[in-house]
């Protein structure tokens, strides 16, 4: 489990640094400054959690379920909730209609929510 955990960490981090690369320099001149900053948004959540899943990974014997649910939480939670933000960005310029996605955002963000208080309850 902890493998995976501190895997995920480094694919989120690899991943936001690369998107927030390309969102600082190629997507600037694609983007809205509106959808830019809302793509923004997506990666800073998605490195918040990267560093978040690095600290329980390395701090975890995983053997509680709350320290479970506290990565599947945070993990699953980031995934809808950053790639949606993406996605989102990128409809008006890819002309696609992915409004579908919108309510996809806030599962994610509670998901993140639950994976965050299973963590403290976790400290219990």
């Keep these: 489990m902890q493998t995976l ?3 995920t960490a480094g694919l989120f981090g690899t991943s936001a640094i690369i998107l927030g ?4 320099h190629a997507f600037k001149k694609i983007l809205p400054e509106d959808k ?3 793509f923004e948004v997506g990666v ?5 959690s990267a560093l978040a899943l690095l600290i329980i990974g390395y701090n ?5 379920a709350s320290q479970r649910w506290a990565f599947y939480g945070i993990a699953i939670g980031t995934l809808l909730f950053a790639v949606s933000i ?8 890819w002309k696609a209609n992915l409004r579908f996605l ?11 929510v639950i994976g965050w208080i299973a963590l403290i309850v976790s400290f219990y």
């Design 5 to 7: 955990v501190l895997t």
């Design 21 to 24: 690369a390309f969102g600082a």
């Design 36 to 38: 830019l900053s809302s």
């Design 44 to 48: 800073r959540y998605q490195m918040y």
């Design 60 to 64: 975890n014997d995983f053997l509680l």
């Design 86 to 93: 993406y996605f989102l960005a990128f409809a008006n310029y």
């Design 102 to 112: 919108g309510p996809i955002t806030p599962l994610g963000g509670l998901l993140m």
